[in-house]
Structures are given as C-alpha cells and as structure tokens.
C-alpha cells in the first residue's frame, strides 16, 4: 500500500505529517520505496560530509574529489525517485528546475 509522504531535500526530510515547509515534494511511497529514499539522501549527507572534511585539505582539488562526484550523483538519484514516486505537481517542479536530463523522466 501507498501512503503520502512530504519530502523536503534540504532538510533531507521524509514525513507523513506536514509541518511548516516540509511540503516541498509530495510523493507516494510504499514502505520499501521509503527505505531507499531514505538510502539515498542518508548517501548525499555522507558524502557532503566527507566533501566538507576534503574541502579542508588544501593539496586536493575539487575537480578530483570522489564526494562530491558521489554526492552529484546522490541527489540526482534522488530527484529521480522523488520523480517515479511524485505527483503531478512534483513532477512538474522537478522538470521546472531541469535536475533531470529527459531520457531520464
């Protein structure tokens, strides 16, 4: 069974209660799909950590930093499940900001 869920990616919140700003994305997930929604902004935030450890070792440049490859692809995982999984709003919101090449929606 599908239930809805509010999903803001910059908080990486994923709830069935909507509360303040936590609207940003609405989807319908199972509880499989929620776990591995949960995988991957729980990804992102490792890897944005690390970006930010890497960031304070000046001899390593950003362009060859595997975090911040890992955290790009992150996100556009993310988006891309949030797609899957959104309605016709977050659809349209996703496609609006051009996160998502179209071979990809």
């Known amino acids: 069974m599908k239930n809805k869920y509010y ?17 940003e994305f609405i989807i319908y997930a199972n509880d499989d799909e929620i776990r591995t929604l949960r995988g991957k902004l729980d990804g992102m935030h490792d890897s944005d ?38 309605d016709d709003e977050t659809k349209q919101h996703i496609e609006d900001i051009g996160i998502l090449t179209d071979d990809r929606l």
């Open 49 to 86: 950590m690390r970006a930010f450890f890497r960031a304070h070792v000046p001899i390593m440049p950003y362009h060859n930093d595997r975090a911040n490859d890992d955290y790009d692809a992150g996100v556009t995982e993310a988006f891309q499940l949030i797609y899957d999984l959104g």
């Open 7 to 23: 999903v803001n990616i910059g908080s990486q919140e994923i709830s069935q209660t909507k509360f303040d700003n936590n609207d």
